[in-house]
């Protein structure tokens, strides 16, 4: 078993930063990839990033490629994901991911972000 807890989400005013993290527990060893995903009001939910666990390989989304950046530090099993220049488009809840090597889709439970001014 896995779990995944993010941690990070709040309040910023656009333009603004906000760094996510996630951190993974229990059955590490199985855990080949981990991402972020989010779904805002009334959307469905979208991909933002992911990184394996080994090499340290990042895939973004077209859509999030510049503002936001995925990373990981394997001795605290955490992942991050920093978001530069926020806008107010961003709101929404961010999903920490996991990829396990039997086949399992792993989700956290959210965190909110919301950017206002």
């Known amino acids: 078993q896995v779990q995944l807890v993010e941690s990070g989400g709040g309040l910023v005013q656009p333009g603004g930063s906000l760094r996510l993290s996630c951190t993974a527990s229990?059955?590490?060893?199985?855990?080949?990839?981990l991402g972020w995903h989010r779904q805002a009001p009334g959307k469905e939910r979208e991909m933002i990033a992911t990184?394996?666990?080994?090499?340290?390989?990042?895939m973004y989304a077209e859509n999030f490629k510049g503002r936001f950046t995925i990373s990981r530090d394997s001795a605290k099993n955490t992942v991050y994901l920093q978001m530069n220049s926020l806008k107010l488009e961003d709101t929404a809840i961010y999903y920490c991911?996991?990829?396990?090597?039997?086949?399992?889709?792993?989700w956290g439970r959210g965190t909110q972000v919301t950017v206002s001014s």
């Open positions: 229990g059955d590490i060893a199985s855990i080949y990839g």
């Open positions: 990184i394996t666990t080994g090499a340290g390989d990042a």
């Open positions: 991911w996991g990829g396990t090597r039997y086949g399992q889709e792993l």
